[in-house]
T-cell receptor, first 110, second 111 residues
Framework: KAGVTQTPRYLIKTRGQQVTLSCSPI?????VSWYQQTPGQGLQFLFE???????NKGNFPGRFSGRQFSNSRSEMNVSTLELGDSALYLC?????????FGPGTRLLVL | QKEVEQNSGPLSVPEGAIASLNCTYS??????FFWYRQYSGKSPELIMS????GDKEDGRFTAQLNKASQYVSLLIRDSQPSDSATYLC???????????FGAGTTVTVRA
């Protein structure tokens, strides 16, 4: 089976802009989770979607949002970008309780 | 207090030795535990999952779980230079898919 795919792999944005990241889970996986990884905070949970519904949400401001489509593909959006949003954004596709990570999208905010 | 804490690194071991990684968690409701390996510049890769008290072995890797002590460990036997990476411990709930990660322990295997 193909693994989790994320697009784009790299992004450079400026403060105040918004960004949309995309994730395609492993075929047959219906749950998609998003994480932010930074050197200072490590890996932090953003949110999880299952069957187009957000089931869990981490402690991030409302500027961070997401959605899931009927084919299980998911997108996350960050509005009004701040310098501190520079990070590796990871999508994970789940089978039962096990999560498999995609390659990530590295976002740099200037 | 962080939900998941890992022993501070970095950990340097000679090739062929055993690397021992430790992790404690604070949420007694945690039911699922995972070890991920992350090479520099790459995404985390699942090594082991463990849900019940005791040991679970997979090749050169052994995970141990002690829910009473809220402790999870990972042993890497016959360490190879290719094992040099950051190892992340994660804990999850019974049914939710939110994982809490430790800060990671960086392991260097000296040839």
């Amino acid at each position: 089976k193909a693994g989790v795919t994320q697009t784009p792999r790299y992004l450079i944005k400026t403060r105040g802009q918004q960004v949309t990241l995309s994730c395609s889970p492993i075929s047959g996986h219906r749950s998609v989770s998003w994480y932010q990884q930074t050197p200072g905070q490590g890996l932090q949970f953003l949110f999880e979607y299952f069957s187009e519904t957000q089931r869990n949400k981490g402690n991030f401001p409302g500027r961070f949002s997401g959605r899931q489509f009927s084919n299980s593909r998911s997108e996350m959006n960050v509005s009004t970008l701040e310098l501190g949003d520079s990070a590796l954004y990871l999508c994970a596709s789940s089978w039962e309780r096990t999560q498999y990570f995609g390659p990530g999208t590295r976002l740099l905010v200037l | 207090q962080k939900e998941v804490e890992q022993n501070s690194g970095p950990l340097s071991v000679p090739e062929g030795a055993i690397a021992s990684l430790n992790c404690t968690y604070s949420d007694r409701g945690s039911q699922s535990f995972f070890w991920y390996r992350q090479y520099s510049g790459k995404s985390p890769e699942l090594i082991m999952s463990i849900y019940s008290n005791g040991d679970k072995e997979d090749g050169r890797f052994t995970a141990q779980l002690n829910k009473a002590s809220q402790y999870v460990s990972l042993l890497i036997r016959d360490s190879q230079p290719s094992d040099s990476a950051t190892y992340l411990c994660a804990a999850g709930g019974r049914s939710d898919y939110k994982l809490s990660f430790g800060a990671g322990t960086t392991v260097t295997v000296r040839a």
